[in-house]
Structure formats: C-alpha cells, structure tokens
C-alpha cells in the first residue's frame, strides 16, 4: 500500500527526504572523523616563575621596618636588612626567624648594603654622607667620608648610595644622590682617584644609584635616571652600556650552575621625564627584576604588581630599590613606599 501511495512526486519525495538527511548526517560525521586531530600544546613553564612566601618573616612585636633600601644575604643563607628604622640593621635566619639588630642611634640614614670577602659588612649611610665597615657584630672598622660633612673632595662625599668591594680590599662607592662620580679607596680608605660627572655620554652619570663587581672586576653602576647600566674597568675605562631596558634602582651579582656571573636588576621599565620629577621613575610605573650575563644579554624578566600607597598587599610592591638571591633561587626584594621586605619562591 505505501509503495503505491509513493509513485506520486509529491508523495515520493516525501518518502526519500529522511533518506537523503541520513545519508548526508552520515556524511558529514565521515568528515569530522578525516579532519585533522586536535593539537595537545604543551603546558610547561619554560621562564622562570615565582610567587610570594607571604609569612615567610617572623618578626618580633614592636621591631618596626620602614624604607627597605637594603638587602643582603651572607654565607651562612642569613637575610640582612638595611632599613630607615629605629634599629636600621636587622638579621633574619635562613627560616627567616629574627636573630638580631644593631646600628640604633649610630645611623642615621640607610641605603645599600654589602659584605665583603671577609665577611664583613659594608653600609652606606646616605644622609650622614659616609661609608662604614662594621663586624657583623655592629663595630665600626673603618668610615669613608667624613661624617655630617656633605662635600665632592678626597675625604668628603654627598649623600653616597652603595658600595663594592674586591677581594684585595680596594672600595668603589657610587656617591650618588649628591654628586655624580665614582670614588675609589684603597683597603684602608685612601683616596685614589675618582671618575664621573653630570650627563648622558659614556661614563658620565645622572644619578648613580647602584654599584656592583663581578668576579672579574668588573663594575657595574645602575645609572639611573638615564635608564642604563655602565659598564666599567677598576681604572675607570668605560667598557659598555645596557639601554632601553629598565629604570635601574638595586643590583646584585649572583653565579651560575656553570660558575658564569649573572648581574641582577631590580626597578621599572623605562620611562620618560615628567614635569615634577627630580629622579626619573619616582613613582614608577611599574615593577620588575631582571637578570643579565655579563654581555648585558637578557636571560630572565619578572614582573611584580605596584601596589597602592598605604595599601600593598602581599607579592605587590611598591617603589622596588633592593633585591638578594639565595642559593636556592629565592629572591628578595625590598621597597621604599611598601616598607618591608618579601621573598619569591620560584614555582617548580
């Protein structure tokens, strides 16, 4: 009966319709499958990652932590902290339980500080014009500069910032904030030459902020409101300069697996003069560290949160000056606005 019924046009194409939609479903699932497989991407961290250790520090009721200028980590993985508090030099453990502090009523102003090969701690008092070598104790072994006395001479300095220091002793100060040179002395704090002044050729400086040595001898001073680092030779030659890569603010030399030296550097990318500005970069725009060889090629950029003034949460910062690394990668960091110190953890 239906077969009759399906001679008519109208009744046949009826009949073959859900036929002919079968046939082309079945079609179009034949094709999916002959397409080509999806791509499995790998999901592997090949950059270097980190995250904060937010309780990492444990400090005592009352021990107060203002300006973070300093950072410095010494043989034994103990953390170091230069700090514009009423106890400016303050030790943590490698668990970053509180050890101790000195330098209260001695210091007036803190900037960077370092050690040297023998241990011993170098600071750099910015306000009282003056580089000291303490034990790690907090007695005074030698002062470069002359204390309170601001001044661009053989024995005076203006507001210097950091400081290295070779193996035989010789002492490299960025005198910064105040004058624009390099000072050298000797290991008993002679005077033996200076270099440097205003400007923006090679080996002229606007603000040298930040000063380290690699392994070699090489000096590397983060001249920063001109957004470089130079490159120089204990005698003052000019060797190169890294550009168009950051606002430097801290820097610190770390060694490879290889036993190479890697140069670290913490502040902002680059920026542009603004009106009211009297050092480029404050506030930043931004906040990053970044790692170097010693050819001034990139190996590594981290960026960090800024945080709002007064209002930093954990992993922000804000107003980035210092950074330390660890023997196990850890870095860090401290920051001016954000009065603390925080450490990363590199994400595995």
Known sequence: MNAIRCRRPAALLRCL????????????????????????WPRVNLSPCYEVDADFFHRPA????????????????????ATRAENPVQVFDAKGNFVR????????????????????????????????????EGKVLLT???????????????????????????????????????VHFDKRGKFVKQWGKPGVGP?????????????????????????????????????????????????????SPQGEDEIWACGSSPMPWRPDDKFLGCPPKDQLFMKFDTTG?????????????GKEKPGEVNWLHTLA??????VFVGDIKGQRAQKFVPVK
């Not at 699932?29 to 499995?40: D, F, L, N, V």
């Not at 009352?62 to 953390?79: F, K, M, P, S, Y």
């Not at 690394?325 to 850890?330: L, M, V």
């Open 17 to 40: 319709l859900p036929v002919v939609l079968a046939i082309a479903a079945a079609a179009a699932r034949a094709q999916e499958k002959k397409g080509p497989p999806e791509i499995q």
């Open 101 to 136: 502090t000195w330098g209260k009523g001695l210091i007036v102003s803190t900037h960077f500080l370092r050690f040297d090969h023998e241990g011993m701690v170098w600071l750099a008092d910015a306000k009282d014009h003056v580089v000291r070598r303490f034990t790690p």
């Open 144 to 182: 470069l500069g002359t204390p309170g006395e601001a001044g661009c001479d053989a024995t005076h300095m203006n507001l210097p910032t950091d400081m290295a220091v070779s193996p035989t002793g010789d002492v490299f100060v960025s005198d910064g904030y105040g004058n624009a040179r390099i």
């Open 62 to 81: 009352g021990l107060e932590w203002r300006d973070l200028t300093g950072i410095a980590i010494d043989r034994q993985g103990q953390i170091w902290l």
């Open 325 to 330: 690394i660890d023997a196990q990668g850890n």
């Open 297 to 309: 090629r990139v190996l590594q950029l981290w960026t960090l949160p800024k945080g709002e003034d």
């Open 203 to 255: 080996g002229e400086f606007s603000f040298p902020h930040g000063i380290v040595m690699d392994s070699k001898g090489r000096l590397y001073v983060a001249d920063r409101s001109n957004n470089r680092i130079q490159v120089f030779e204990q005698s003052g030659k000019f060797l190169a300069q890294w550009r168009n890569l950051l606002v430097p603010w801290g820097l610190c030399v770390t060694r």
